[in-house]
């Protein structure tokens, strides 16, 4: 079973850039597609981007497609979500999420192992 540790989030300007971080332990990390989600105060859990097991393929949420990128280190065990052009309405509690099957799911229902998540702040 994997472990997953989120880190990187704090409070910035719109207009500026985060870089997330998911830190897996426990299991074999590249069987795993891992997902970001976010969740604001009174609000949903929404998807925001997935990965597949190998880093070659990723599905974002139209949201954030174009200034949120998903990456994956395999060897570092360490998946990252680069966000740029901050805005106020990406403020939320980011959270990743690890599944062993193949597909890129949107429901967070779908993913089996969560981390603790990282608060994101984006001041106007």
């Known amino acids: 079973q994997v472990q997953l540790v989120e880190s990187g989030g704090g409070l910035v300007q719109a207009g500026g850039s985060l870089r997330l971080s998911c830190a897996a332990s426990g299991g074999t990390f590249s069987s795993y597609v891992v997902g970001w989600f976010r969740q604001a105060p009174g609000k949903e859990r929404e998807f925001v981007v997935a990965?597949?097991?190998?880093?070659?393929?990723?599905y974002y949420a139209d949201s954030v497609k174009g200034r949120f990128t998903i990456s994956r280190d395999n060897v570092k065990n360490t998946v990252y979500l680069q966000m740029n052009s901050l805005k106020p309405e990406d403020t939320a509690v980011y959270y990743c999420a690890a599944d062993r099957r193949s597909i890129l799911a949107v429901m967070p229902s779908r993913y089996d192992h969560w981390g603790q998540g990282t608060q994101v702040t984006v001041s106007s």
């Open positions: 990965i597949n097991k190998s880093g070659t393929g990723t």
